[in-house]
């Protein structure tokens, strides 16, 4: 069974920095793109940033610049460095992976969600 566990999240204060992290655990052939989602208060979700299994990165426009998407493969973590935090950076940040087991199966998972709130 695999999980993704989300952690990191928090106050900030507007221009402050954040970092979020995201293990997968339980068993995996491997696994493939990773991205974090955020929902914003009354919003849908929205992906900020993937980062592909070659580790290109894509963003949106609004974390461009701002925020990095990075992973380990050795420890089964997407990391989210958050900088020049926004107010509209506010939200439930989840993390999100395709992941290959040992039957050749992919699916997607999704952590539980961690708060953002960013101060003005």
């Known amino acids: 069974q695999v999980q993704l566990v989300e952690s990191g999240g928090g106050l900030v204060q507007a221009g402050g920095s954040l970092r979020l992290s995201c293990v997968v655990r339980?068993?995996?052939?491997?696994?493939?793109?990773m991205s974090w989602y955020r929902q914003p208060p009354g919003k849908e979700r929205e992906l900020v940033a993937t980062?592909?299994?070659?580790?290109?990165?894509a963003y949106v426009d609004s974390a461009m610049g701002r925020f990095t998407i990075s992973r380990d493969n050795d420890k089964n973590t997407v990391y989210l460095q958050m900088n020049s935090a926004k107010p509209e950076d506010t939200g439930v940040y989840y993390c999100?992976?395709?992941?290959?087991?040992?039957?050749?199966?992919?699916?997607?998972?999704w952590g539980q969600g961690t708060q953002v709130t960013v101060s003005s």
């Open positions: 999100y992976a395709q992941v290959q087991d040992y039957t050749s199966r992919i699916r997607d998972y």
């Open positions: 980062i592909y299994n070659d580790g290109s990165t």
């Open positions: 339980g068993t995996a052939f491997s696994i493939n793109d």
